[in-house]
């Protein structure tokens, strides 16, 4: 008796072992991802943008965006993924080389599916707050920096932006 509980215990472990195998080879072929920072930065690296230092992250909803930098590149990154399921998907974003170097502060602004997203680079320590209204009425404040860096983002329905 005791023989056939451990082979149906053996069994059972050998069939869980290859349904894993299973998943996982199928997520790995199939582009699923089940972290939405690995989904971004993999996203980042097929449009050939290498993420070096993830700067700031927001949640929207179900989206999760980030924000990277690459100093060798001179450029950054704005790239999230949301969850569909179990898995995560990439969405939105934007690649952008910092220029205006002798401006105080670079704003840069995407809609993507009705999130806003504003990227703000302050290159004068002075500035402490930077504040931008948008044509609905609506103002984005920057006070929290990192590495001179700030990122808002915001769901706006369609039908209240002009």
């Not at 993420?51 to 949640?59: G, L, S």
């Not at 931008?132 to 039908?159: K, S, V």
Request: glycine share 8%.
């Amino acid at each position: 008796m005791k023989r056939i509980k451990m082979k149906r215990s053996a069994q059972l472990g050998i069939g869980f072992c290859v349904i894993l195998a299973s998943l996982t080879f199928l997520g790995l072929t199939q582009g699923w991802y089940f972290s939405s920072q690995i989904c971004t930065e993999d996203s980042l690296r097929g449009l050939y943008f290498d993420p070096e230092e993830k700067i700031a992250e927001v949640q929207v909803g179900n989206k999760r965006i980030y924000l990277y930098t690459n100093q060798e590149q001179d450029k950054i990154a704005v790239m999230g993924a949301q969850r569909k399921g179990f898995v995560y998907e990439p969405f939105g974003g934007f690649i952008n080389i910092v220029m205006n170097l002798d401006e105080a502060y670079d704003l840069q602004m995407v809609e993507n599916d009705g999130i806003y997203i504003a990227v703000i680079v302050r290159r004068d320590p002075r500035v402490d707050r930077v504040e931008a209204q948008l044509n609905n009425g609506l103002t984005w404040i920057a006070e929290q920096w990192h590495d001179d860096f700030a990122l808002i983002a915001l769901e706006i329905p369609e039908a209240s932006v002009s």
